[in-house]
């Protein structure tokens, strides 16, 4: 049995786990470049290939009001995942800001760190594998399921931490706990001991 062999996913109930209102969570996002973003406003063009679960459709191109965001539930896994590629904190390029905030409503989010996983065909190490995979897997989730609001699962980067691709906008706030660039000396010494501890370089 495949995750995307057939109908599977219509024979099974996704696994939902559902975080409440007020929930904190944290994210990272540019504010200039080629893809600046609100601190509450979705990518809506995708797929991209350096994401891992993206929902849209092939091929690449803008697909509003379908979108994604990532957020962490700290700082520590929001920069891990961030700049992951690279191992540098780059807190000047494209303006990187830092948001915090407290969730509007309860969100619903797939959840694949159980067993679930297995039982339609997957693995925990496919899901921490191909991006080309997990992004297929995303398509094919918000297809069956399009009243999720996206997923959660294991960091691919930091173990232990989770991340989460979340699909639309309901969850924002209107205004946030906290809005920060990333190059701001308040956040410098954080930034540069939590990058030390990762192994990362940094120009904080």
Same mark, same amino acid.
């Given at each position: 049995?495949?995750?995307? @062999? *057939?109908?599977?996913?219509?024979?099974?109930?996704?696994?939902?786990?559902?975080?409440?209102? &007020? $929930?904190? =969570?944290?994210?990272?996002?540019? $504010?200039? *470049? $080629?893809?600046?973003?609100?601190?509450d406003g979705l990518r809506t063009y995708g797929p991209m290939s350096n994401?891992?679960?993206?929902?849209?459709?092939?091929?690449?191109?803008?697909? +509003?009001?379908? *979108?994604? +965001?990532?957020?962490?539930?700290d700082l520590v896994t929001c920069l891990a995942e /961030? =700049?992951?590629?690279?191992?540098? /904190?780059? /807190?000047?390029?494209?303006?990187?800001?830092?948001?915090?905030?407290?969730?509007? #409503?309860? !969100?619903?989010?797939?959840?694949?760190? !159980?067993?679930?996983?297995?039982?339609? *065909?997957?693995?925990?190490?496919?899901?921490?594998?191909?991006?080309?995979?997990?992004?297929?897997?995303?398509?094919?989730?918000? !297809?069956?399921?399009?009243?999720?609001? &996206?997923?959660?699962? &294991?960091? @691919?980067?930091?173990?232990?931490?989770?991340?989460?691709?979340?699909?639309?906008?309901?969850? =924002?706030?209107?205004?946030?706990?906290? +809005?920060?660039?990333?190059?701001?000396?308040?956040?410098?010494?954080?930034?540069? @001991?939590? #990058?030390?501890?990762?192994?990362?370089? !940094?120009? @904080?």
């Amino acid at each position: 049995m495949s995750i995307l @062999a *057939g109908n599977v996913l219509a024979k099974v109930d996704p696994p939902v786990r559902y975080i409440p209102a &007020g $929930t904190r =969570f944290w994210r990272i996002h540019a $504010t200039s *470049g $080629t893809y600046p973003m609100a601190w509450d406003g979705l990518r809506t063009y995708g797929p991209m290939s350096n994401a891992r679960w993206d929902p849209h459709p092939e091929p690449i191109s803008e697909h +509003a009001p379908l *979108g994604a +965001a990532y957020l962490g539930f700290d700082l520590v896994t929001c920069l891990a995942e /961030v =700049f992951q590629d690279g191992r540098f /904190v780059d /807190v000047e390029n494209n303006r990187p800001y830092i948001c915090v905030f407290e969730t509007n #409503a309860e !969100t619903m989010l797939l959840d694949l760190s !159980t067993e679930w996983l297995v039982k339609i *065909g997957g693995t925990s190490a496919m899901a921490l594998g191909s991006k080309t995979i997990t992004r297929q897997w995303a398509r094919a989730f918000h !297809t069956q399921w399009p009243n999720l609001d &996206g997923i959660i699962a &294991g960091s @691919a980067v930091v173990p232990s931490r989770e991340i989460v691709s979340i699909w639309n906008t309901k969850i =924002f706030p209107p205004s946030p706990v906290l +809005a920060e660039a990333l190059n701001s000396p308040a956040l410098s010494s954080d930034i540069t @001991a939590i #990058a030390a501890s990762l192994g990362f370089t !940094t120009n @904080a």
